[in-house]
């Protein structure tokens, strides 16, 4: 069974670089069944989606971040990662890493517990 | 780009049918997903592509989809099912979430 796992910093610095990973365990992520996705979560907000990758590195970002994201996939690590420069305090959320079905368009089907990341001036 | 609007928030009593809308234009043409998010956990999918149930979910969830508003019927309500409520779609290689709704059950 998919099991998904965000690790990194609770804690960034305004205008730093946040940097997150997300593990893939109990499957491989080199499938070609998923795109690997991230999305965040405002304290007390809705649900917001910041980008994602596939196996081979092919990837979109949310038109709104898109000049501060890069996504990545380490196929030998079975692992995807996000980093968002110069970030502020509105970038302070729980970050969510997800597997999206391709055959369903790409339905969320299995999340990570999510890592909370603290934007600190 | 694309939008979706969903109510803050719907009440329903114990045992009766409750009723989420997620509204966009001409959101038919495309497939809906549905998530449950209860405090301090992660999104559950628990309606893709407009009306299919992931192992697991139970039968009390459905989903419908045509003209512009896709809706998540949860029949026979129960205490357990208080939780946030997201739709989402893919368009042109974004992902697009709704606002959420706040299902209370009374």
């Known amino acids: 069974q998919l099991q998904l796992q965000e690790s990194g910093p609770g804690l960034v610095k305004s205008s730093e670089t946040l940097s997150l990973t997300c593990t893939v365990s109990?499957?491989?992520?080199?499938?070609?069944?998923?795109?690997w996705g991230w999305i965040r979560q405002p304290p007390g907000k809705g649900l917001e989606w910041i980008g994602s990758i596939y196996y081979s590195g092919r990837n979109y970002s949310s038109p709104s971040l898109k000049s501060r994201v890069t996504v990545s996939v380490d196929t030998s690590k079975n692992q995807f990662s996000l980093r968002m420069n110069s970030v502020t305090a509105t970038d302070t959320a729980v970050y969510y890493c997800?597997?999206?079905?391709?055959?369903?368009?790409?339905?969320?089907?299995?999340w990570g517990p999510g890592t909370t990341v603290t934007v600190s001036s | 780009s694309y939008e979706l609007t969903q109510p803050l928030s719907v009440s329903v009593a114990l045992g009766q049918t409750a009723r989420i809308t997620c509204g966009g234009n001409?959101?038919?043409?495309?497939?809906v997903h549905w998530y449950q998010q209860k405090p301090g956990q992660a999104p559950v999918l628990v309606i893709y592509r407009d009306s299919n149930r992931p192992s697991g979910i139970p039968e009390r969830f459905s989903g419908s989809n045509s003209g512009n508003t896709a809706t998540l019927t949860i029949s026979r309500a129960q205490g357990g099912d208080e939780a946030d409520y997201y739709c989402q779609v893919w368009d042109s290689a974004a992902r697009v979430f709704g606002g959420g709704t706040k299902l209370t059950v009374l």
């Open positions: 997800a597997s999206e079905h391709v055959v369903v368009d790409y339905a969320m089907d299995v």
């Open positions: 109990g499957g491989s992520i080199s499938s070609s069944s998923y795109y």
């Open positions: 001409n959101i038919g043409s495309r497939n």
